[in-house]
């Protein structure tokens, strides 16, 4: 409530832009150095709990809607330490960018699900959502120019189906692997 009625203020004033009224209101600093300053002035701690709320309200039916909800879920979520949140908002949001064709950002939000996940520690589950996560990244990354990254990816994806004796996913990764060189000449 504080916030809302200090918000015509800081527009006045010039600190912040009202860049959007519909559907929702949105409002950005007016300067990148007033965003530094703003940020510089918060705790570690405070911004990791922020992140966390954020990514928790990001997370309610009524933001489904919302555009980038997810990939700023990702984001959100990575920064507040929720990894379990991180790892299933990323792999959605870039799996969602690639198939827009928006490999960048599905590349970023990919390695963001699985710096997550490989925060999650060693049950079964992630261990397979890390392999699944390396060869949509790498699939992601072939298109991007990022031949020699999405080579290494789908490796490690190989590598560790290999010593968890999953063979379908190691076979997936290889033959993933086997496309790129013939495609790109990798």
Do not use: C
Not at 47 to 53: G, K, P, T, Y
Not at 57 to 72: C, I, M, S
């Amino acid at each position: 409530d504080l916030l809302r009625r200090r918000i015509p203020d800081l527009v006045r004033v010039g600190m912040i832009d009202e860049t959007r009224l519909l559907p929702r209101r949105e409002y950005s600093f007016h300067h990148a150095l007033l965003h530094e300053t703003v940020h510089a002035g918060v705790t570690r701690w405070t911004l990791r709990h922020l992140n966390a709320r954020l990514a928790d309200l990001l997370d309610r039916p009524e933001q489904a809607e919302l555009p980038g909800r997810l990939a700023a879920q990702t984001r959100h979520a990575f920064r507040g330490e929720l990894w379990s949140m991180a790892v299933h908002a990323g792999r959605d949001a870039g799996m969602e960018a690639l198939s827009r064709s928006l490999a960048p950002e599905a590349v970023s939000l990919l390695s963001i699900a699985i710096q997550a996940n490989e925060k999650l520690g060693d049950d079964q589950q992630s261990r397979d959502d890390g392999i699944d996560l390396r060869v949509a990244l790498a699939r992601a990354a072939m298109p991007a120019g990022q031949g020699e990254r999405a080579m290494v990816e789908l490796e490690l994806a190989v590598r560790q189906a290999q010593s968890l004796g999953d063979d379908r996913r190691a076979l997936n990764g290889l033959v993933q692997q086997v496309n790129f060189e013939r495609v790109y000449g990798y």
